[in-house]
């Protein structure tokens, strides 16, 4: 099937999904961001291999934490990082997604971050690309609407490959807003891919996809049953909107049964880590003695992000 | 001005013809069927060897956004007769504006335009629109397009009074609360693509609610565009029940499934949704039966609307010069015969309207179109005419090309 990611010779020209890449392209982008870390602990902490070369954060939804992570994986690289916040610039003026980019690459950009809060924005700015024949200039997908956020995805993977070593042997369990989550399907997609045999998603129906079972995801309701022997418990942020309608009665209620306490996590295997993408909503969707806790990975997930996207801008923009 | 039409495969599901013979057309009517009527001098003869001959297409919803290029769309692709949705802009729920609209395709003199009437003012869902005043200027029935009525009462009270005067009431069953947040059928594809789901309970309940006030107060209803196979199932048991009930279903809804939205092709972004396998199977099944018509459901949008991320394109596609290519395809895939799926096309929404067309019966009117069923073109925006040159088919070859049409007695394309 024709993948909008990949060029001609099955490189990865775009990041725009984890779905359809396969499981030697998320290992390699791993064992680049592997050699990345390096990097960050230098006193000078620049390679050059994206020197020359222009990013552009074009963030059509603000996020000033994956946009920070994205800027400094950037100025790693050595590139020119050229923030764009649209919501106050051309979005307002009238102007489309495309016309935007036409300008964009008409200044020279060779990389696009885009976050956009519409599932499938990335894609088309890929194949307006590949329409006007600019196959040089690039995508990378930092986050669209319900859909994706393959970095996260990937940075993710990191993590668990990094305190697990083997994908092969795991329980993984995804706790929260599954349906409304881009973080949840990238996670799903990559954990599939690279060959973790049980992934769990628990939650309350209301906040889970139908049809989860065919991506080959377990489904549980009962978060005490979910968690027993996990080796990984993947916490997801609980957005305050999805109090005011009816999916949710309330966030104590929420909290009572789908909220990581210290309790819950004992049901887990005694080694297992817990992760979150973050901003967290302590005493929502987790419990302050969990998050500050021995088993929570949650920071060092922020420091594997900053490889993770030199990895993934490296692979896509350098030469 | 007499026409025959000869060596042409004469085809009229209505009557049950299907034979190479010739067809005479005079003073608008159709003439004579193999024989010429006596003293028949023909002024013009058209060939049509190879091609088949039928009535034209009647087509149970098509937008006229440009209504100049989309009535030579219509004819070129052999449909003498559009039903045009309200939803305008603005919305035809005035006579004055049904009236102009009337007179404006009379004006252009192709394909018949038969507007459907706004049942509300400005389709909002709460105010009867002047229903006899509309019908007076040429409204065949009464519609909100893809408006839901919210309020039940006001639709109650809206199929009380069009059946107070025997008005038929068009509605495309979508409850309102369960689609308004919606852009694709809530199935494998939403969950994968993170898309808002539309759930298949948004049609059958308001199908539900539709059916039980059809019961109440004796409304005629056609429901349009049904997409789900609960959905059709719902409709054939209060048919079978004998209740005043009809239903259509677009020709994209029998050929694709939410599988052809792909990675977020707006061109697969419809209203209803494209659904998942097995209610495009039973959708087909209902053509096939002879259940529901078929029509085009015909939705120019514009380029820079459909250059959007998938949940901000408009949805729709063009139909017209679709509609004949599209059924041909259906059929074939299906397995329906040639005369049965012209039925769908012709003699099925003319029962639904109540006209005498889409028959080529001595005395009836000469809406006739002439089409190689075996020629390819390549759907490109050149070659439509429609202005909407949006379509999930753009690149791809189809077989059916329309070489001639008729509107009463004339050629029109």
Redesign the interface.
């Known amino acids: 099937m024709y993948n909008?990611q990949l060029n001609k010779n099955g490189e990865l020209a775009h990041l725009l999904s984890i779905?359809g890449l396969p499981k030697s392209i998320l290992t390699q982008i791993l064992d680049t961001a592997a050699s990345f870390m390096e990097v960050s602990a230098r006193d000078v902490k620049k390679v050059p291999l994206l020197r020359g070369k222009s990013v552009f954060n074009l963030f059509f939804e603000n996020s000033t934490r994956t946009r920070t992570t994205f800027e400094i994986a950037a100025k790693r690289l050595s590139a020119d990082v050229i923030n764009l916040d649209i919501n106050k610039s051309s979005a307002s003026k009238g102007e489309?997604?495309?016309d935007t980019i036409d300008n964009l690459v008409a200044m020279h950009a060779n990389l696009f971050v885009v976050r956009?809060a519409?599932?499938?924005?990335p894609?088309?700015i890929a194949?307006?690309l590949q329409r006007i024949g600019r196959d040089d200039v690039h995508v990378v997908n930092a986050g669209?609407?319900?859909?994706?956020h393959p970095t996260q995805g990937l940075l993710d993977m990191y993590t668990i490959r990094h305190y697990k070593k083997d994908f092969t042997q795991l329980r993984v369990a995804i706790v929260g807003d599954i349906l409304h989550s881009?973080v949840a399907?990238s996670d799903i997609h990559a954990l599939t891919t690279l060959g973790v045999p049980e992934v769990r998603a628990i939650g309350p129906e209301t906040l889970l996809?139908?049809?989860?079972d065919?991506?080959g995801v377990h489904v549980y309701h009962d978060m005490n049953e979910g968690l027993k022997d996990v080796d990984v418990i993947i916490m997801l942020r609980l957005q305050n909107e999805r109090m005011t309608g009816a999916l949710l009665p309330s966030a104590g209620e929420y909290f009572r049964h789908y909220g990581l306490t210290p309790q819950k996590l004992a049901l887990a295997k005694p080694d297992a880590i817990v992760m979150h993408p973050g901003p967290m909503n302590r005493g929502v969707e987790i419990h302050s003695a969990v998050a500050d806790g021995s088993q929570a990975v949650i920071l060092p997930q922020v420091t594997f992000g900053i490889a993770v996207r030199m990895a993934v801008m490296s692979i896509v923009a350098g030469n | 001005m007499n026409i025959v039409i000869e060596n042409g495969r004469v085809i009229d599901p209505k009557n049950g013809v299907d034979r190479s013979t010739s067809l005479f057309v005079a003073d608008g009517k159709v003439a004579g069927l193999g024989e010429a009527p006596a003293g028949f001098v023909a002024d013009q003869s058209i060939d049509a060897t190879g091609c088949v001959v039928c009535p034209g297409f009647i087509d149970l919803g098509a937008r006229l956004n440009s209504i100049e290029a989309e009535l030579a769309a219509a004819v070129a692709g052999g449909v003498t007769s559009v039903v045009v949705p309200p939803d305008a802009d603005p919305p035809l729920d005035e006579p004055e504006l049904a009236d102009r609209l009337v007179h404006r395709g009379t004006e252009i003199g192709k394909a018949r335009v038969l507007p459907l009437g706004a049942l509300t003012l400005g389709l909002q869902g709460e105010r009867l629109a002047e229903l006899a005043g509309l019908k007076k200027a040429g409204c065949v029935a009464f519609s909100q397009a893809n408006k839901p009525v919210t309020d039940t009462e006001a639709l109650l009270r809206a199929m009380e009074y069009a059946a107070t005067f025997g008005f038929s009431v068009w509605l495309q069953p979508q409850d309102y609360w369960l689609s308004r947040n919606g852009i694709a059928h809530?199935?494998?594809v939403?969950?994968?693509?993170?898309?808002?789901?539309i759930p298949v309970a948004a049609e059958t309940i308001a199908i539900g609610t539709i059916v039980q006030l059809v019961r109440d107060t004796g409304c005629r209803v056609h429901l349009t565009r049904l997409s789900s196979g609960a959905g059709v199932a719902l409709a054939k048991r209060a048919m079978e029940e004998g209740l005043p009930l009809t239903f259509d279903v677009g020709v994209h809804h029998l050929l694709l499934t939410e599988n052809d939205i792909g990675?977020?092709n707006?061109h697969a972004r419809f209203c209803p949704p494209l659904r998942a396998q097995s209610d495009r199977q039973a959708l087909s099944d209902a053509a096939a039966s002879g259940l529901a018509a078929i029509c085009s459901d015909h939705t120019p949008v514009g380029a820079?609307d459909k250059?959007?991320?998938?949940?901000?394109a408009k949805p729709g596609a063009t139909g017209l010069e679709v509609l004949l290519p599209l059924t041909l395809m259906w059929a074939n895939a299906a397995g329906v015969r040639l005369p049965d799926a012209l039925a769908r096309i012709t003699s099925a929404p003319a029962d639904v309207l109540g006209l005498a067309n889409g028959q080529l019966a001595v005395g009836s009117v000469a809406d006739i179109c002439v089409f190689d069923p075996e020629a390819s073109w390549q759907v490109t925006p050149d070659a439509l005419k429609s202005r909407g040159k949006n379509s999930p088919w753009l690149g791809y070859m189809l077989t059916g090309k329309v070489k001639n049409t008729l509107v009463g007695g004339r050629v029109v394309f």
């Open positions: 909008p779905e489309t997604l495309l956009h519409s599932s499938g924005a894609y088309l194949e307006h669209d609407g319900r859909h994706a881009r399907r996809p139908k049809h989860l065919k991506l | 809530e199935g494998e939403s969950s994968r693509l993170g898309l808002a789901g990675f977020f707006p820079d250059l959007l991320p998938f949940g901000e």
